[in-house]
Protein backbone atom coordinates (compact mmCIF):
# COMPACT_ATOMS: atom_id res chain seq x y z
CA UNK A 1 0.00 0.00 0.00
CA UNK A 2 1.19 3.51 -0.75
CA UNK A 3 0.48 6.51 1.63
CA UNK A 4 1.51 10.13 1.64
CA UNK A 5 2.15 12.01 4.66
CA UNK A 6 2.60 15.81 5.25
CA UNK A 7 4.33 16.93 8.13
CA UNK A 8 2.86 20.30 9.87
CA UNK A 9 -0.89 21.05 9.33
CA UNK A 10 0.00 24.39 9.56
CA UNK A 11 2.97 26.70 8.27
CA UNK A 12 3.53 30.66 9.23
CA UNK A 13 5.95 32.24 7.43
CA UNK A 14 6.79 35.86 6.54
CA UNK A 15 6.31 37.55 3.60
CA UNK A 16 10.01 36.82 1.59
CA UNK A 17 10.76 33.92 3.72
CA UNK A 18 11.26 30.72 2.94
CA UNK A 19 8.40 28.52 2.14
CA UNK A 20 9.34 24.63 3.01
CA UNK A 21 6.35 22.29 2.95
CA UNK A 22 7.07 18.68 3.91
CA UNK A 23 5.81 15.21 2.64
CA UNK A 24 6.91 11.94 2.72
CA UNK A 25 5.80 9.06 0.42
CA UNK A 26 5.55 5.57 1.48
CA UNK A 27 5.96 3.21 -1.85
CA UNK A 28 7.15 0.40 -2.90
CA UNK A 29 8.11 1.52 -6.41
CA UNK A 30 9.41 4.51 -7.18
CA UNK A 31 5.79 6.45 -7.40
CA UNK A 32 4.76 9.44 -9.20
CA UNK A 33 4.33 12.96 -6.92
CA UNK A 34 2.36 15.95 -7.62
CA UNK A 35 1.91 18.73 -5.36
CA UNK A 36 -1.85 20.48 -5.51
CA UNK A 37 -3.01 23.97 -4.13
CA UNK A 38 -6.44 24.73 -3.13
CA UNK A 39 -7.52 28.25 -2.52
CA UNK A 40 -10.41 29.34 -0.60
CA UNK A 41 -13.71 27.95 -1.96
CA UNK A 42 -11.87 26.94 -5.44
CA UNK A 43 -10.99 23.16 -6.40
CA UNK A 44 -7.20 21.84 -6.62
CA UNK A 45 -4.67 23.37 -9.32
CA UNK A 46 -1.25 21.40 -9.91
CA UNK A 47 2.11 23.13 -9.07
CA UNK A 48 4.12 20.18 -9.90
CA UNK A 49 4.25 16.71 -10.59
CA UNK A 50 7.64 14.47 -10.77
CA UNK A 51 7.17 11.48 -13.08
CA UNK A 52 10.63 9.97 -12.80
CA UNK A 53 12.66 12.04 -15.10
CA UNK A 54 14.60 15.01 -13.33
CA UNK A 55 14.45 14.80 -9.91
CA UNK A 56 14.39 18.75 -9.18
CA UNK A 57 11.07 19.55 -10.57
CA UNK A 58 10.10 23.03 -11.13
CA UNK A 59 6.28 24.39 -10.98
CA UNK A 60 3.89 27.06 -11.12
CA UNK A 61 4.16 30.53 -9.26
CA UNK A 62 7.95 29.75 -8.40
CA UNK A 63 7.85 26.72 -6.37
CA UNK A 64 9.92 23.67 -6.76
CA UNK A 65 10.04 20.15 -5.35
CA UNK A 66 13.14 17.82 -5.16
CA UNK A 67 12.54 14.00 -5.55
CA UNK A 68 14.58 12.23 -2.51
CA UNK A 69 14.32 8.84 -3.09
CA UNK A 70 16.70 7.73 -0.32
CA UNK A 71 14.80 9.57 2.04
CA UNK A 72 11.38 9.00 0.43
CA UNK A 73 10.25 12.52 0.18
CA UNK A 74 9.41 15.47 -2.40
CA UNK A 75 9.43 18.46 -0.12
CA UNK A 76 7.76 21.89 -1.55
CA UNK A 77 9.90 24.90 -1.72
CA UNK A 78 9.60 28.64 -2.54
CA UNK A 79 12.86 30.85 -1.63
CA UNK A 80 10.61 33.99 -1.02
CA UNK A 81 6.81 33.82 0.03
CA UNK A 82 4.20 35.88 -0.97
CA UNK A 83 1.24 37.25 0.06
CA UNK A 84 -0.98 35.42 -2.75
CA UNK A 85 0.64 31.84 -1.47
CA UNK A 86 -2.02 32.02 1.31
CA UNK A 87 -3.77 28.48 0.54
CA UNK A 88 -3.67 25.08 1.51
CA UNK A 89 -1.14 22.52 -0.32
CA UNK A 90 -1.75 18.81 -0.81
CA UNK A 91 0.89 16.23 -1.56
CA UNK A 92 -0.21 13.38 -3.64
CA UNK A 93 0.99 10.19 -4.60
CA UNK A 94 -0.14 7.53 -7.18
CA UNK A 95 0.96 5.03 -9.56
CA UNK A 96 0.41 3.07 -12.97
CA UNK A 97 -0.69 0.22 -11.32
CA UNK A 98 -3.93 0.24 -9.55
CA UNK A 99 -4.50 3.91 -10.64
CA UNK A 100 -5.97 4.98 -7.59
CA UNK A 101 -4.48 8.43 -6.09
CA UNK A 102 -3.67 8.96 -2.36
CA UNK A 103 -3.49 12.68 -0.75
CA UNK A 104 -1.96 14.08 2.47
CA UNK A 105 -4.17 15.31 4.79
CA UNK A 106 -2.68 19.19 3.70
CA UNK A 107 -0.52 22.13 5.12
CA UNK A 108 -2.29 24.98 5.40
CA UNK A 109 0.05 27.83 4.50
CA UNK A 110 -0.41 31.26 6.05
CA UNK A 111 2.19 34.39 5.33
CA UNK A 112 2.49 36.61 7.62
CA UNK A 113 3.21 40.16 6.10
CA UNK B 1 -10.83 28.04 -14.85
CA UNK B 2 -9.45 24.06 -14.95
CA UNK B 3 -12.62 23.14 -17.74
CA UNK B 4 -14.30 20.95 -15.17
CA UNK B 5 -17.51 21.93 -14.12
CA UNK B 6 -19.60 20.75 -11.51
CA UNK B 7 -23.43 20.98 -10.62
CA UNK B 8 -24.97 21.89 -8.46
CA UNK B 9 -22.68 24.42 -6.62
CA UNK B 10 -24.07 23.46 -3.01
CA UNK B 11 -26.32 21.08 -2.22
CA UNK B 12 -29.12 20.73 0.94
CA UNK B 13 -30.74 17.72 2.20
CA UNK B 14 -32.09 15.80 4.94
CA UNK B 15 -30.36 12.91 6.03
CA UNK B 16 -32.03 9.18 4.24
CA UNK B 17 -32.31 11.46 1.18
CA UNK B 18 -30.87 10.55 -2.01
CA UNK B 19 -29.04 13.05 -4.35
CA UNK B 20 -26.41 13.30 -7.93
CA UNK B 21 -24.48 15.30 -8.36
CA UNK B 22 -23.00 15.71 -11.91
CA UNK B 23 -19.77 16.57 -13.72
CA UNK B 24 -18.79 17.19 -16.93
CA UNK B 25 -14.96 16.89 -17.74
CA UNK B 26 -12.83 18.46 -19.38
CA UNK B 27 -12.94 18.46 -23.48
CA UNK B 28 -10.89 15.56 -25.01
CA UNK B 29 -10.66 13.97 -21.11
CA UNK B 30 -11.67 10.69 -21.22
CA UNK B 31 -11.15 9.62 -17.83
CA UNK B 32 -13.12 11.16 -14.70
CA UNK B 33 -12.35 10.75 -10.68
CA UNK B 34 -14.29 11.51 -7.86
CA UNK B 35 -13.26 13.05 -3.90
CA UNK B 36 -14.64 13.61 -0.78
CA UNK B 37 -13.22 16.39 0.92
CA UNK B 38 -14.14 16.70 4.78
CA UNK B 39 -12.24 17.99 7.37
CA UNK B 40 -12.31 14.41 9.47
CA UNK B 41 -11.06 12.36 6.32
CA UNK B 42 -9.15 14.68 4.28
CA UNK B 43 -9.31 14.32 0.62
CA UNK B 44 -10.50 11.06 -0.40
CA UNK B 45 -10.45 9.42 -3.68
CA UNK B 46 -14.01 7.59 -4.30
CA UNK B 47 -13.61 6.20 -7.85
CA UNK B 48 -12.56 6.30 -11.21
CA UNK B 49 -14.11 5.97 -14.91
CA UNK B 50 -11.89 6.15 -18.02
CA UNK B 51 -14.72 6.11 -21.25
CA UNK B 52 -17.69 4.61 -19.34
CA UNK B 53 -15.59 1.86 -17.69
CA UNK B 54 -14.99 1.66 -13.98
CA UNK B 55 -10.72 1.93 -13.55
CA UNK B 56 -10.12 2.15 -9.75
CA UNK B 57 -12.16 2.06 -6.53
CA UNK B 58 -11.28 3.97 -3.34
CA UNK B 59 -12.77 4.53 -0.08
CA UNK B 60 -16.35 4.67 -1.68
CA UNK B 61 -19.29 3.23 0.29
CA UNK B 62 -22.08 1.12 -0.94
CA UNK B 63 -24.74 3.58 -0.32
CA UNK B 64 -22.97 5.60 -3.12
CA UNK B 65 -22.81 4.54 -7.14
CA UNK B 66 -21.64 6.63 -10.33
CA UNK B 67 -21.35 6.00 -13.56
CA UNK B 68 -19.61 7.63 -16.97
CA UNK B 69 -22.21 8.09 -19.86
CA UNK B 70 -21.25 8.13 -23.21
CA UNK B 71 -20.67 11.59 -23.94
CA UNK B 72 -18.11 11.15 -20.74
CA UNK B 73 -19.96 13.12 -18.40
CA UNK B 74 -20.43 11.41 -15.14
CA UNK B 75 -23.37 11.30 -11.96
CA UNK B 76 -22.00 10.65 -8.63
CA UNK B 77 -25.38 9.22 -6.46
CA UNK B 78 -25.62 9.45 -2.61
CA UNK B 79 -28.51 7.67 -1.35
CA UNK B 80 -29.41 6.87 2.37
CA UNK B 81 -27.45 10.26 3.56
CA UNK B 82 -26.22 10.39 7.04
CA UNK B 83 -25.19 13.89 8.04
CA UNK B 84 -21.61 12.28 7.86
CA UNK B 85 -21.89 12.71 4.07
CA UNK B 86 -21.55 16.41 4.54
CA UNK B 87 -18.68 17.09 2.85
CA UNK B 88 -16.98 18.71 -0.19
CA UNK B 89 -17.11 16.73 -3.64
CA UNK B 90 -14.67 16.87 -6.09
CA UNK B 91 -14.96 15.39 -9.32
CA UNK B 92 -11.67 15.82 -11.66
CA UNK B 93 -10.72 14.51 -15.28
CA UNK B 94 -7.75 13.29 -17.13
CA UNK B 95 -6.90 12.39 -20.53
CA UNK B 96 -6.49 9.17 -20.54
CA UNK B 97 -6.31 8.64 -16.16
CA UNK B 98 -3.18 6.94 -16.12
CA UNK B 99 -1.33 7.65 -12.82
CA UNK B 100 1.24 9.93 -14.12
CA UNK B 101 -1.04 12.35 -15.94
CA UNK B 102 -2.14 15.84 -14.27
CA UNK B 103 -6.02 15.52 -12.80
CA UNK B 104 -8.01 18.91 -13.56
CA UNK B 105 -10.03 19.73 -10.72
CA UNK B 106 -13.65 21.15 -10.92
CA UNK B 107 -14.71 24.04 -8.08
CA UNK B 108 -16.74 21.17 -6.48
CA UNK B 109 -20.21 20.33 -5.16
CA UNK B 110 -20.90 21.29 -1.20
CA UNK B 111 -22.99 18.84 0.36
CA UNK B 112 -24.94 20.00 3.18
CA UNK B 113 -27.04 16.72 5.31
CA UNK B 114 -28.92 18.05 7.97
Known amino acids: AQSVTQLGSHVSVSEGALVLLRCNYSSSVPPYLFWYVQYPNQGLQLLLKYTSAATLVKGINGFEAEFKKSETSFHLTKPSAHMSDAAEYFCAVSRDTGNQFYFGTGTSLTVIP | DSGVTQTPKHLITATGQRVTLRCSPR?????VYWYQQSLDQGLQFLIQYYNGEERAKGNILERFSAQQFPDLHSELNLSSLELGDSALYFCASSVTGTGKETQYFGPGTRLLVL
Open chain 2, 27 to 31: SGDLS
